[in-house]
């Protein structure tokens, strides 16, 4: 299944992925970047391009993931 991979550490919310989701399926909520429904997630890569900072990360099916720590959420498209 894919997943969506936000680096918190990284992430300077400038809301540039925002802006590039044709879905909108993400948000700046209190000063963080959220992913508000993964299932909205069409695998594009739009966000992950849009991304300066390199926080965003989208994995496809059959990639494997990296070791996370508290700071980074992974979001898995239903």
């Given at each position: 299944?894919?997943?969506?991979?936000?680096?918190h550490r990284l992430?300077?919310?400038?809301?540039?992925?925002?802006?590039?989701?044709?879905?909108?399926?993400?948000?700046?909520?209190q000063g963080r970047?959220?992913?508000?429904?993964?299932?909205?997630?069409?695998?594009?890569?739009?966000?992950?391009?849009?991304?300066?900072?390199?926080?965003?990360?989208?994995?496809?099916?059959?990639?494997?993931?990296?070791?996370?720590?508290?700071?980074?959420?992974?979001?898995?498209?239903?």
């Amino acid at each position: 299944m894919p997943a969506i991979v936000i680096d918190h550490r990284l992430c300077d919310v400038c809301g540039a992925c925002v802006e590039m989701c044709a879905m909108q399926g993400l948000v700046i909520e209190q000063g963080r970047l959220v992913m508000v429904d993964a299932s909205l997630c069409m695998v594009c890569k739009a966000c992950e391009s849009a991304c300066h900072a390199l926080a965003i990360m989208v994995y496809r099916d059959g990639q494997a993931l990296p070791e996370f720590d508290g700071t980074t959420v992974v979001c898995y498209r239903a």
